[in-house]
């Protein structure tokens, strides 16, 4: 078996005073060939190239979820809230960090996140950085930036993190089929 790598993305609830960010990452050891024969032609997406879970329709999120489901893997999930409007950035600075610590505690040397424009990814970078601080003196912990539309290892954490965003707007059907497979944290990101 291939070193496990984590396929992070993520989602946001924008609210004045009650808005949180999701960060999911996929960890995963199967090929992105497979990944995609997986998820290809599901029912009810409407965009080419990447698959989303905001873009598509309830039956392509409970098929896309039953698929995910049958996947041999793990999925770390931090949720970052309270998120102010426009501070979606520093939650994410928050989630991420969290979220490197505990994937290195599951052995995972590489991060691959969903590329967003180079400012961002260069900020996530940094902050991955900055994470090292708080593992142990000489944990390796690479990430890099791909783009979703390539990479359907990324589809899979997206789904993952529109089934948290759902529960946590209250519907948790997507979340209670993925059970187990997802290992759920909290923390806190107001100022």
């Known amino acids: 078996m291939s070193e496990p790598l984590a396929y992070i993305d993520e989602s946001f609830q924008e609210h004045d005073a009650e808005g949180f960010y999701v960060l999911a990452a996929a960890v995963l050891t199967q090929e992105a060939a497979e990944i995609g024969t997986v998820l290809q032609g599901l029912a009810g997406h409407r965009s080419p190239g990447k698959l989303h879970w905001t873009e598509s329709s309830a039956r392509y999120r409970r098929a896309a979820v039953e698929r995910i489901a049958a996947l041999d ?82 589809w899979v954490a997206d789904v993952v993190a529109g089934a948290v965003r759902a529960h946590h707007l209250g519907d948790s059907t997507y979340r209670d089929r993925l059970g187990a497979l997802l290992h759920l944290i909290e923390v806190p990101t107001a100022d």
């Open 73 to 154: 893997a793990l999925h770390v999930i931090v949720v970052g809230a309270l998120v102010a409007a426009r501070k979606q950035e520093r939650a994410r600075a928050i989630c991420l960090r969290r979220l490197a610590f505990e994937l290195t505690g599951l052995g995972v040397a590489q991060l691959v996140v969903e590329s967003r424009q180079q400012v961002l990814d260069q900020r996530d970078v940094r902050t991955v950085q900055q994470a090292r601080f708080d593992l142990p003196k000489g944990t390796l912990l690479r990430v890099e930036h791909r783009r979703g539309a390539t990479e359907p290892r990324l």
